[in-house]
């Protein structure tokens, strides 16, 4: 499962020949194909990707979801064994790993390696992240003696509340306290959360949808060689 970064032919096609099953946002830099005809229980929801760089091998069928606004590609192409709903929900549970990342390089300020050497630099890098689980472990044991639900968990306060504590060894009996108050907060927003850091950056242009067009009949023809000659080899 990945973002709109991963959506290569080559890519896909090397998953699906591993025997892998994947579910990756496309955007408006993929140009997929319906109406083709290289799937024999084609419905409105097949598509192809099939570059024109790679025109001599066959194009790769594909699922598309519609989840809001955003377009997924699946080569689990029976609706049974990958539902909507289901699609939809693990695409969801993906943007936990985005909140984790933001938290090791934005929060703990781990954006950038300062080691010298590849092998410190990998050291580094196990040590923030292990930094973070901990950090994360102790603020989730807090919340759940307090009956709150792990995933209310604010990293950001949490790491405030452990750096007062290093800051003044006297008051660490406060500590608990103070994670049990490191939560999310609940109110409901009237705009998108802007940073108080200077200067903000500007917000990253929107993925639009893939271009998807119907085949003509000459790439139709052509798919159907590809697979003449594959099926002879």
Not at 84 to 96: E, I, T
Not at 173 to 197: H, I, N, W
């Amino acid at each position: 499962m990945a973002d709109a970064g991963f959506t290569g032919y080559d890519l896909l096609r090397e998953l699906q020949r591993r025997g892998l099953h994947f579910l990756i946002r496309v955007g408006n830099n993929v140009r997929l194909l319906k109406e083709l005809g290289e799937y024999s229980r084609e419905n409105k929801h097949t598509v192809y990707m099939w570059p024109l760089t790679r025109r001599a091998r066959r194009p790769l069928t594909l699922r598309l979801i519609l989840v809001g606004n955003t377009y997924l590609v699946t080569n689990v192409l029976e609706p049974t064994r990958l539902s909507h709903k289901a699609a939809a929900d693990l695409y969801r549970l993906r943007w936990a790993i985005e909140i984790t990342f933001r938290s090791l390089k934005q929060t703990l300020r781990r954006h950038a390696l300062r080691s010298g050497t590849a092998r410190h630099c990998r050291l580094e890098l196990a040590w923030a992240i292990i930094g973070l689980w901990a950090l994360c472990l102790i603020g989730a044991v807090a919340l759940a003696r307090a009956h709150i639900q792990p995933d209310w968990l604010s990293v950001a306060a949490a790491l405030a509340a452990v750096r007062n504590a290093a800051r003044r060894p006297d008051k660490l009996s406060e500590l608990r306290r103070a994670l049990q108050s490191a939560r999310l907060d609940g109110y409901p927003r009237r705009g998108p959360k802007a940073s108080r850091s200077w200067p903000r950056k500007k917000d990253p242009p929107k993925i639009k949808a893939p271009v998807i067009t119907v085949a003509t009949a000459l790439e139709v023809r052509q798919a159907q060689r590809v697979r003449a000659k594959a099926h002879g080899a």
